[in-house]
């Protein structure tokens, strides 16, 4: 069984930072691709950042130049640093990861149960 859990989301001011956690735990062989993406309220969901066990990123262009997202193979967790956060910020943060379970066999997109991230004055 494969859980991720996020963390660190919260209420915030326009032009505040916030940082997110998730952390993958279970029977994990290897992590390749893993993200953020987000959903407003009567919005798709949609993505925010991404990066593959190579180190390489890739940004919506919203969010490109604001938020950062790193990863700690050695803790199975991926971060997502939001700086200059704006109203339009505001949504629900979910993180996700494609894994393989074990040598030999699939790879599946995995997602955490999100993250509400409020900007608001």
């Known amino acids: 069984q494969v859980q991720l859990v996020e963390s660190g989301g919260g209420l915030v001011q326009p032009g505040g930072s916030l940082r997110l956690s998730c952390a993958a735990s279970g029977t994990i062989f290897s992590i390749y691709a893993m993200g953020w993406y987000r959903q407003a309220p009567g919005s798709e969901r949609q993505l925010v950042a991404a990066?593959?066990?190579?180190?390489?990123?890739e940004y919506s262009a919203p969010v490109k130049g604001r938020f950062a997202i790193s990863r700690d193979d050695a803790k199975n967790t991926v971060y997502l640093q939001m700086n200059s956060l704006k109203p339009e910020d505001t949504a629900v943060y979910y993180c996700n990861a494609d894994l393989a379970i074990a040598a030999v066999g699939p790879v599946y997109g995995y997602w955490g149960q999100g993250t509400q991230v409020t900007v608001s004055a």
């Open positions: 990066i593959t066990n190579g180190g390489e990123t």
